[in-house]
C-alpha cells in the first residue's frame, strides 16, 4: 500500500512522516518533484500540487504530471487536500466536506490522458469519479474526531485565479452544487483514468460571494482559515491512513482463507501417509488465480526489485505473472539439463538422493534486489539451493515466497535470517 497526498504546504512536516525524503520523477507531461517517506509503516508520497512555493496558479498546474508521477510511484489511493467555498448556510467555516460528485465548469484544462488518442481511443465512465471506499473512511474518521464534515456533497471547479461573480455563485447553487473550488474536477478525472482510486477532503474556507450580507475574503483571509486547521487535517490523514492499512490487513486474510479453501487435498498420494497439496484447483479457477497473484503483486509493487526468480516449474506460474505486472525480469531456476547455455548449480539432498537445480551465469549482476517464487515450501531443499545459486552470482535476496507452506517439514529452518512470506499454511503435513 502506497498513499498519495496532493495538497499545499504545511502536510509533510516530521511530526507525523518518518524517513521523509525528496525525488524528483521524470514522466511524459513533465517532472515533479515529490516528497516520500512512513505514517504508521504506510508509505506515503506527498505532491504539492501548486510546486513547492505556490507557484502555478490553479489554471497552470500539471495536473497530468502530478497524477502520472504518483501512477510511476505505484499509488494505490490517492487523498486531495483543498480549500474550497462554501454554497450552503450549513457549510461553515472550517467545516470538511467530503464529495461525491463534481461539475467542471473549466475552460482551459486538459482534463484526460486520451486528448491525442496516444494511448488509443478511450471514453472513461465518470458516472461516480470519487471512490467511496475511500469517501467513507475520512468522512467516518473526521466525524470521530469531532470535527464538522459532511458527506456526498457536490462541487463545481471553477477555472480561477479569479473567484465567482455573484451571478455565478448563484448560479452554482442552482445546478445542485454544495462548494466551490479551483482544482478537484481536473484532478479526480485523471485519477478516475489512472485506475487510482482518489478522494478529497475540502476545507470550507468562505462562503464564495453569494452571501450578501458577508464580506467576500480575500486569498490570504482564505489561507489563513486553512493554516490554522491544518493540524485537523493532517489528524484526519493519520486516522484514515491507518483505517485503510488496517482494512488491508482485514482483506488480505479473508483472501488467504479463500483461497486456502479452493486448495484440492489428495489424501495418500504420490505415497501413503501423504496429504498433497493439489494447486490445479487454485489454476482453473480464474479469481482465485488473480487473487493470488494481486497478494503477491501488492506485496512488492514498491520494492523496487530488479529481478524475480522462479523455481522450476510451478513458481513459473507466479513469477512470470509478477515479473510482469511489476515490469522486471524473470530468471527461472531449472532442474539440471534443462538450462541451454552455461550454467552454475547447487545440489540438494533428499530422501532417496540428491538433485541439482541450474542457473544459467550472469542471469543476475551483483547487488541486484531479488524475490525468490516458488508455489510450495515444504522441507526447504529446492528453495536452500536457489539461494546458494543467487548469492553465488552476489544477488541480493529481498524475500522467499510462496503460495502454501507446510510448516511441520521445517523447511524454514534450512533458510535462517532469510525473510518468507506465504500465503497460506496446512498444518500437520
Not at 461553515?92 to 482534463?111: A, E, L, Y
Not at 490445479?280 to 520494492?303: G, H, K, M, Q
Request: with cysteine; glycine share 8%.
Amino acid at each position: 500500500m502506497k498513499i498519495g497526498i496532493i495538497g499545499g504546504s504545511g502536510l509533510d512536516t516530521p511530526e507525523i512522516v518518518s524517513d521523509l525524503k525528496s525525488k524528483y520523477v521524470k514522466t511524459m507531461y513533465g517532472g515533479v518533484k515529490v516528497n516520500l517517506g512512513k505514517i504508521n509503516d504506510i508509505d506515503v508520497v506527498f505532491v504539492a500540487r501548486h510546486g513547492e512555493k505556490h507557484e502555478h496558479n490553479p489554471t497552470n498546474v500539471n495536473f497530468r504530471a502530478n497524477i502520472w508521477a504518483l501512477k510511476d510511484l505505484n499509488a494505490t489511493h490517492i487523498i486531495a487536500t483543498n480549500a474550497c467555498g462554501s454554497l450552503k448556510e450549513e457549510i461553515k467555516r472550517g467545516d470538511f466536506i467530503i464529495p461525491n460528485q463534481f461539475i467542471d465548469f473549466t475552460k482551459r484544462r486538459i482534463n484526460t490522458f486520451h486528448d491525442d488518442f496516444s494511448f488509443g481511443m478511450h471514453h472513461e465512465v465518470m458516472a461516480d469519479p470519487f471512490d467511496k471506499n475511500l469517501g467513507d473512511i475520512l468522512f467516518e474518521t473526521a466525524k470521530e474526531m469531532g470535527f464538522g464534515v459532511h458527506k456526498d456533497k457536490t462541487l463545481v471547479t471553477i477555472e480561477g485565479p479569479r473567484f465567482s461573480t455573484r451571478a455565478e455563485s448563484r448560479m452554482f447553487i442552482q445546478w445542485g452544487a454544495d462548494i466551490v473550488n479551483m482544482t478537484v474536477a481536473t484532478e479526480a478525472a485523471l485519477a478516475k483514468e489512472a485506475k487510482i482510486p482518489y478522494a478529497v477532503i475540502a476545507m470550507s474556507t468562505d462562503y464564495d460571494c453569494w452571501k450578501e450580507d458577508e464580506e467576500m475574503p480575500s486569498w490570504q483571509d482564505i489561507l489563513a482559515v486553512f493554516t490554522k486547521n491544518v493540524d485537523n487535517v493532517k489528524k484526519i490523514l493519520m486516522g484514515t491512513i491507518g483505517k485503510l492499512a488496517k482494512q488491508k490487513d482485514e482483506n488480505l486474510i479473508r483472501s488467504c482463507e479463500y483461497i486456502k479453501s479452493k486448495v484440492r487435498t489428495v489424501p495418500n498420494w504420490p505415497i501413503p501417509g501423504v496429504m498433497f497439496r493439489d494447486i490445479t484447483t487454485l489454476l482453473e479457477d480464474p479469481s482465485v488465480f488473480n487473487e493470488i497473484c494481486s497478494i503477491f503483486y501488492n506485496r512488492y509493487a514498491n520494492s523496487n526489485l530488479n529481478k524475480i526468480v522462479a523455481i522450476d516449474a510451478r513458481g513459473f506460474l507466479f513469477g512470470s505473472v509478477l515479473s510482469y505486472k511489476l515490469g522486471v525480469g524473470l530468471v527461472p531456476v531449472r532442474k539440471k539439463g534443462k538450462l541451454p547455455y552455461k550454467t552454475i548449480s547447487a545440489a540438494y539432498s533428499l530422501e532417496y538422493g540428491e538433485q541439482v537445480v541450474e542457473i544459467h551465469e550472469g542471469a543476475i549482476t551483483p547487488g541486484e534486489k531479488v524475490v525468490i517464487i516458488d508455489d510450495l515450501i515444504a522441507t526447504g531443499g529446492t528453495i536452500e539451493a536457489a539461494v546458494k545459486l543467487i548469492e553465488m552470482q552476489g544477488g541480493v535476496i529481498q524475500e522467499l515466497a510462496f503460495v502454501i507452506e507446510l510448516p511441520d517439514l521445517k523447511g524454514r529452518e534450512k533458510l535462517r535470517g532469510k525473510k518468507i512470506f506465504s500465503i497460506i499454511e496446512f498444518e500437520g503435513d
